[in-house]
């Protein structure tokens, strides 16, 4: 057997044993990680920690960590009470809103994890609250981040028209993103839909009764504010009396700072381009010197299980590819002879690679694959790039991606696991479906 067979073997029985057994899917990773690379392949151990996503683990840490003291001293019951103001009680339309908003943020130049590390907290603290599916909520910003990130001045487009323009292909940078656009658009009406959305639409706040803590242990169901002072009840938000109200949208001198700095979060992202997790703990290192006291039970936030089990599978895909598995894989199906079989499989292929992988590192290696065959201008390679980019990127809902990992991180401890299973099994059917339908919609149209 070669090595490449070996390490997709390998990947498949981690799966296996994390399933049947409860044993951390990261930690089976980083056994297999050291098996395959040291023993195996004879890699330098640099070599193996070079896959170590040591930026997606500090975003990780510092986003989940920034956002548990803004929920623990009431910040983000003030942004969500503003949210419902602002909707006028429709809560059914907050999913909506958090799709356009990061649509909007990702069309401007933001990378899609930027987004959602921004916006995943506070949607997610806005769905528990709400008696919204948390991973409904996570899933539509994400699906919103995809559907801007292909605009001609965002990252993914620009990696993606650049490598077609060097490569004398045509190309329309206009119709990629609106292709990638409304098919995520799609995508999110469908979710909205399988997740409940339509009931949410019909329900009004007054109607729910006691909601679920959210809340670290050891902190109390009403949320402890600046000084001590207890906050109102979540239950009572936006249709409380109007103390109850006031006590809420009151800025207190935490909830200003915190406000300062989610607001440099943002500017410094999306802006200045820094990097999200360093800004993040910067941000958060801040908050804790005002408030020491927060930051006891914000530490304990941090969910640390999903970043040992995103840092794990990423370092073992690394191995991978230094394996020459994804090359192995790529380049098996761009010698086949027939291009819309060939294009149908780079979509496949770029869909279950990027579940595990970095999308943009992967729109950089996958789209040349299919360069020889679309020179021969069997297809059109408008529509063929416009699927496999989409196809790439629309998979980024994995729990090992880092938009999923950030849904999964900032999901209430008491529906990690449930958002988590949930994240996987729609992950895997849009990886299956998700390319059969790109391939259908934009490249079997354009065979000449």
Not at 80 to 101: K, Y
Not at 307 to 324: D, N, Q
Not at 397 to 423: C, I, M, Y
Request: hydrophobic content about 55%; proline content about 5%; overall charge neutral.
């Amino acid at each position: 057997m070669g090595i490449e067979l070996l390490s997709i073997g390998l990947l498949v029985a981690m799966f296996i044993i994390a399933t049947i057994q409860p044993i951390n899917m990261g930690a089976l990773a980083f056994a297999g990680a050291f098996v395959l690379g040291s023993l195996i392949i004879g890699m330098k151990t640099s070599d193996i920690f070079a896959g170590f996503p040591s930026d997606l683990f500090l975003t990780l840490v510092a986003v989940t960590y920034l956002f548990a003291i803004a929920q623990i001293n009431g910040t983000i019951d003030w942004l969500v009470e503003c949210a419902v103001r602002l909707v006028r009680g429709r809560i059914g339309l907050i999913p909506w809103v958090m799709f356009l908003v990061a649509a909007i943020i990702t069309g401007f130049g933001a990378l899609g994890p930027a987004a959602v590390a921004i916006l995943a907290p506070v949607a997610l603290s806005f769905a528990v609250q709400y008696r919204i599916s948390p991973a409904m909520m996570g899933l539509m910003v994400i699906h919103g981040a995809q559907a801007g990130g292909f605009s001609p001045i965002s990252v993914y487009g620009g990696i993606t028209n650049q490598i077609v323009a060097k490569a004398g292909l045509p190309f329309a940078p206009t119709s990629l993103f609106l292709s990638s656009f409304f098919f995520n658009l799609a995508i999110a009406v469908l979710v909205f839909l399988v997740f409940g959305g339509a009931k949410v639409m019909k329900q009004k706040t007054a109607s729910f009764g006691p909601l679920p803590e959210l809340h670290p242990e050891g902190v109390s169901a009403s949320i402890r504010g600046h000084g001590g002072t207890p906050a109102k009840p979540i239950r009572e938000h936006a249709y409380g009396t109007a103390a109850d109200t006031a006590a809420t949208l009151r800025l207190t001198n935490e909830r200003i700072f915190t406000l300062i700095g989610l607001t440099a979060l943002g500017i410094g992202a999306l802006v200045f381009k820094f990097n999200v997790g360093l800004v993040a703990i910067t941000v958060a290192v801040m908050l804790a010197l005002l408030s020491p006291e927060t930051q006891k039970a914000a530490i304990d936030k941090v969910s640390w299980s999903t970043v040992l089990l995103i840092a794990g599978i990423i370092t073992y895909v690394g191995v991978m590819e230094k394996a020459g598995t994804v090359d192995y894989v790529a380049n098996g199906i761009s010698s086949l002879g027939m291009p819309l079989l060939v294009a149908l499989l780079l979509c496949f292929t770029g869909a279950i690679v990027s579940a595990f992988a970095s999308s943009t590192a992967l729109l950089g290696a996958i789209i040349p694959l299919a360069v020889p065959f679309l020179l021969q201008g069997h297809v059109s390679a408008i529509g063929v790039v416009a699927a496999i980019a989409i196809s790439t990127t629309i998979v980024d809902t994995s729990p090992f991606s880092t938009n999923g990992a950030l849904v999964v991180a900032n999901a209430p401890d008491d529906k990690r696991e449930q958002v988590l299973r949930q994240l996987l099994i729609y992950s895997a059917l849009i990886a299956i479906i998700g390319p059969i339908v790109a391939w259908l919609v934009f490249v079997v149209p354009g065979l000449v």
